[in-house]
Nanobody
Framework: QVELVESGGGLVQPGGSLRLSCAASGSIFTLYSMGWYRQGPGKPSRELVAHITGDEGPNYTESVKGRFTISRDNAENTVYLQMNSLKPEDTDVYYC???????????????WGQGTQVTVSS
């Protein structure tokens, strides 16, 4: 079994930055794919924000390209999301996700973190 623990959310002004972390513990050798989804109140589903799968380069949803950077430290079993130039529309609960194949298909995600709130407001 795998446990994902997120940290780093909070309140920031528009244009500011936050760094999210997700530490994995347990049977981590199966975590071929890791990344982040987000979901806000009233939204019907979670949106894939960014992910790293195997040896592929990072993948981002269009709205965060050039502003967010995902990275992974395999030695520390941790994935990070550096969020710069934050906008009010980035306000959401951010969920870490992991799977032994790919998290790009939300129906296949095996492991979820508890979520961390990101609020962008002046």
């Amino acid at each position: 079994q795998v446990e994902l623990v997120e940290s780093g959310g909070g309140l920031v002004q528009p244009g500011g930055s936050l760094r999210l972390s997700c530490a994995a513990s347990g049977s981590i050798f199966t975590l071929y794919s890791m990344g982040w989804y987000r979901q806000g109140p009233g939204k019907p589903s979670r949106e894939l924000v960014a992910h790293i799968t195997g040896d592929e380069g990072p993948n981002y949803t269009e709205s965060v390209k050039g502003r967010f950077t995902i990275s992974r430290d395999n030695a520390e079993n941790t994935v990070y999301l550096q969020m710069n130039s934050l906008k009010p529309e980035d306000t959401d609960v951010y969920y870490c996700a992991a799977d032994n194949i790919s998290i790009a298909d939300i129906t296949r995600v095996d492991y979820w973190g508890q979520g961390t709130q990101v609020t962008v407001s002046s």
